[in-house]
């Protein structure tokens, strides 16, 4: 038992540390989702609270505040992050960075596909005002802006991290990441398309997915890593 331990908290191998940590954060994310599913189901109180804070935010909306927040908005819609996404891509593509081409393509396309699963599969209906700043038709939970912007900022928060070998750097990069997410979470809110458990149901849904795409990439590269050092070690012997 000791031994498997220390070969799961080792950040060397193909199973190791890396493995556990996105076991850990596939399982507590997909809880968090499953919690939250659950309430949002048999109409508990946060759906109350959602209820409000849709209300209050409609009441303080002004002119300048709408016009930030449709511009965030659009910018992390199917269009902007597949634009962003492909930006990045050329870019990773051009630096040859095959595994972490392969984790945005993943992570973004696989969980845009889940997250239109989720909202079919709930069917909530969205906030409902006389007077709406922007008007949809589709299904309401999870977030769909929300769940794509944690699984692009957080592939590039994941990339920039594996690259930066100092803390201080790394929680700057986290931060970055996770502002970006709720702003755009917020945005969806302010403009009455979304409840607040939506959006946490979205960051909730995407970092389940999240994980799973890294650590399964992550765990592919180290795989082919250590298989290499093996042959070598073998034709070297």
Request: glycine fraction near 8%.
């Amino acid at each position: 038992l000791s031994q498997f331990l220390r070969a799961r908290l080792s950040p060397e191998g193909v199973l190791g540390l890396h493995l556990t940590i996105g076991a850990i954060l596939l399982i507590a994310a997909s809880a968090v989702f499953g919690t939250i599913a659950e309430d949002v189901v048999n109409a508990e109180p946060i759906t109350l609270l959602d209820v409000r804070i849709a209300q209050w935010l409609h009441l303080h909306a002004s002119v300048g505040m709408t016009r930030w927040m449709l511009g965030v908005t659009y910018l992390h819609g199917v269009a902007g992050i597949t634009l962003l996404s492909t930006a990045v891509g050329a870019y990773l593509w051009r630096r040859r960075d095959w595994y972490w081409l392969l984790s945005l393509a993943i992570a973004v396309a696989g969980g845009s596909l889940i997250n239109v699963a989720m909202k079919y599969a709930f069917h909530r209906a969205r906030p409902s005002f006389d007077d709406p700043l922007l008007t949809l038709v589709t299904y309401s939970f999870p977030s769909g802006h929300t769940a794509g912007s944690t699984a692009f900022y957080g592939v590039i928060a994941c990339m920039l991290i594996s690259r930066l070998k100092t803390p201080g750097p790394r929680i700057l990069v986290v931060l970055a990441a996770t502002f970006m997410v709720v702003l755009v979470g917020c945005s969806r809110m302010y403009l009455g398309v979304h409840y607040l458990s939506d959006v946490l149901g979205a960051i909730a849904e995407a970092t389940a997915w999240l994980a799973l795409t890294i650590t399964t990439v992550a765990t592919l590269r180290r795989h082919r890593h250590f298989g290499r050092e093996s042959f070598r070690g073998a034709d070297l012997a």
